[in-house]
């Protein structure tokens, strides 16, 4: 999620108000609608830029509780299964510690036997005693290394514990700032719908050219150049590891089909989505898992320059709070914010500044 959005800053803006004014307008009510909008979607725009990292810091500690639920649900088996390994260890062991107490004609193995003040005591003294045999000492060892290992289990299930009510407060506080930072970009939108929704307008149009352009060029397979200016240059540097060709290219398309589908932050499906939850869905369609987290996204695959971009690479903006599908001619499809939908944007100006790097998965 971030700020630079095409019809939202600059002469764009300025362009669509003036449309907007009513004939009879005065000038001097014209210029001041227009810089009370100028004015509110500067808000927003700041608003919309503590979101963008917000929103997928939550999204990673959703993937984080993930890993620790199924890291707790793999240690209680793994529990499980060694208290039962553990029984019956104990059961072989107490029946030759019988054997020995019957049989034993070593009064010295007898004296250790009755001296036990506890299990972990009749294990240290039976492993000192000269005549245990060998089949003893490895069931001592199995007892030993089992009651050791319910331990480690019970230690992880602990931290584990700790771990997800730490992360579940981070996520309740964090949830609390985003819908308090949502509600107030609500009201300074009211407070200039009117013109929000010719912007839109028009700039439903234009999405509409890009996304027939953009088919276009998919259904021919005509590859269109990255423009000038935008990037850096495709040579790699020194040390650096050269990425494989993009077989993931068809996961455009997938994602051409939700062109207008609206942003919801936490929104991972057709119903919804936000950035790193269109990724995950629609890489999902090829039957490849990628986390719903651009932070946690940011860390797969191979890192590639503007320049390698190929269509189906991950493209992240503004310290990796921000990821996007890329389709070639140097645009890409995203879900860029809350009261946007999903659309393709152009590697250019803002988002251009703000490339933080790309990733082939």
Known sequence: MVRGRAGFAGAAVLAL????????????????????????????????????PAIESYNLANVRLRQIEVAQRENRVQLKLTRANLKIAQASLSARLVSAYTSTQDNSTLSV????????????????????????????????????????????LLRAHSEQQTIVAQKAAQKQRIESQLASRRQLLSSIKGEIVRMRTAEAA???????????????????????????????????????????????GIAMRY?????????????????????????????????HSSYAQFGMGTSVSIG??????????TGASHVGIYIGGGQFI????????????????????????????
């Open 17 to 52: 108000l003036c449309a907007a004014a009513s004939a009879n307008a005065t000038p001097g009510t014209v210029a001041a609608k227009q810089a009370q909008a100028q004015h509110v979607l500067a808000q927003i725009q700041k608003i919309d830029d503590s979101l963008g």
């Open 113 to 156: 036997l009755l001296g036990a003040t506890s299990l972990d005591d009749l294990l240290n003294r039976i492993e000192a005693v000269n005549s245990t045999s060998q089949q003893d000492a490895s069931i001592v060892q199995q007892v030993t290394s089992f009651k050791a290992e319910i331990q480690r289990h019970r230690t992880e």
């Open 259 to 291: 062109l207008g589908v609206r942003y919801v932050w936490g929104g991972s499906s057709p119903s919804g989505f936000d950035c790193s939850g269109l990724v995950s869905y629609v890489f999902a369609q090829i039957g490849v898992s990628v986390p």
């Open 308 to 317: 390698e971009l190929q269509p189906g690479d991950l493209v992240f903006f």
């Open 206 to 252: 234009q999405q509409r050219q890009l996304a027939a352009a953009a088919r276009s060029r998919l259904a021919g397979g005509v590859q269109v150049p990255v423009p000038d200016g935008v990037g850096v240059s495709a040579s790699t540097p020194e040390g650096s590891t050269v990425a494989p060709p993009n077989v993931h290219g068809g996961v455009v």
């Open 334 to 361: 995203h879900a860029p914010h809350t009261g946007d939908v999903v659309k393709i944007s152009s590697l250019s100006g803002y988002y251009s500044s703000n490339f933080a790097g790309a990733r082939r998965i």
